[in-house]
């Protein structure tokens, strides 16, 4: 499975951004996908999952402001943020759970500028 995230940019506090993540490769596999966030010095978290179903969740502090969905059609995973905030800037990767081994994409830097 391969992974390519794009969408990533500089944005003020309180706007929107839309990343997408499209995955080619054994997909068939996948189970579940996830988007997940680092910045420096911190560990990498969890953002938001997909599942091969549809069913998803969230971490506490994007609820309500991020949006996670797929398009089986296109092998595309997306993630919508909006309300920006400052704490949101990060690196955020696109992961892929499969059988026998989760994949990462490369990540796209999101900045928020206060």
């Known amino acids: 499975v391969q992974l390519q995230a794009s969408g990533g940019g500089l944005v003020q506090a309180g706007g929107s951004l839309r990343l997408s993540c499209v995955a080619s490769?054994?997909?068939?596999?996948?189970?579940?996908m996830a988007w997940y966030r680092q910045s420096p010095g911190k560990q990498r978290d969890l953002v938001a999952r997909?599942?091969?179903?549809?069913?998803?969740n969230y971490a506490d502090s994007v609820k309500g402001r991020f949006s996670i969905s797929g398009d089986n059609a296109n092998n595309t995973m997306y993630l919508q943020m909006n309300s920006l905030k400052f704490e949101d800037t990060a690196v955020y990767y696109c992961?892929?759970?499969?059988?026998?081994?989760?994949?990462w994409g490369p990540g796209t830097q999101v900045t928020v500028s206060s």
């Open positions: 490769g054994n997909i068939v596999s996948i189970i579940n």
């Open positions: 992961y892929a759970r499969s059988r026998p081994r989760g994949y």
């Open positions: 997909i599942t091969s179903g549809g069913d998803t």
